[in-house]
């Protein structure tokens, strides 16, 4: 196994932890994780639409925000950003607006994803900034954590096809 897989996989486990870290019974667990230049962790989130009534409150949103709270500086360049599930178009356009330079994702997302499955927004040729994109990082495991939460008898009861 190379040193970056082993890296992005350590990653998503930490994301696959942010998912499912705080009582929020009601939000999707998606987790996300922003890693500085130096593979530093800058910050850590899961959902918090349902918990916070905030449609924005995408864990990649939650952690871009209070990474350049951290770092005083909107420009994220440097940053990967690691998240369980493959990003919606709101959560593409912003890692891209961002200036993130690595996305690793866990599950993909056939109805919403917006990095190959149903959009590409990240690799647009049209777009100022693409980054580099390492999708289905421990995918099984991600996937699994939103099948539990959808599951018929689970918080959800069945309502796919929501991040």
């Known amino acids: 196994m190379t040193e970056r897989r082993e890296r992005h996989e350590r990653w998503m486990r ?21 890693y ?19 449609p924005t409150a995408h864990a990649e949103v939650l952690v871009l925000r209070a990474a350049a709270r951290k770092r005083r500086s909107w420009r994220l360049d440097g940053c990967t950003l690691v998240v369980t599930l493959e990003p ?10 961002a ?5 690793v ?3 993909w997302e056939p109805k919403t994803g917006a990095v190959g499955s ?4 990240v690799r647009d040729r049209r777009s100022f900034h693409r980054p580099e994109v390492y999708g289905g990082v421990l995918e099984a495991e991600c996937a699994l954590l939103l099948r539990d939460f959808f599951r018929e008898d689970g918080p959800r009861g069945g309502a796919l096809g929501e991040q």
């Open 14 to 34: 930490r994301a696959l932890e942010a998912a499912t870290s705080v009582d929020a019974p009601d939000d999707v667990p998606v987790g996300a994780v922003l």
């Open 36 to 54: 500085g230049p130096d593979g530093a962790e800058l910050a850590a989130a899961r959902n918090e639409r349902e918990a916070t009534h905030d």
């Open 88 to 97: 919606c178009t709101m959560c593409a356009g912003a890692l891209v607006l």
């Open 99 to 103: 200036r993130i330079d690595t996305l």
């Open 105 to 107: 994702f866990g599950a």
């Open 118 to 121: 149903l959009w590409d927004v």
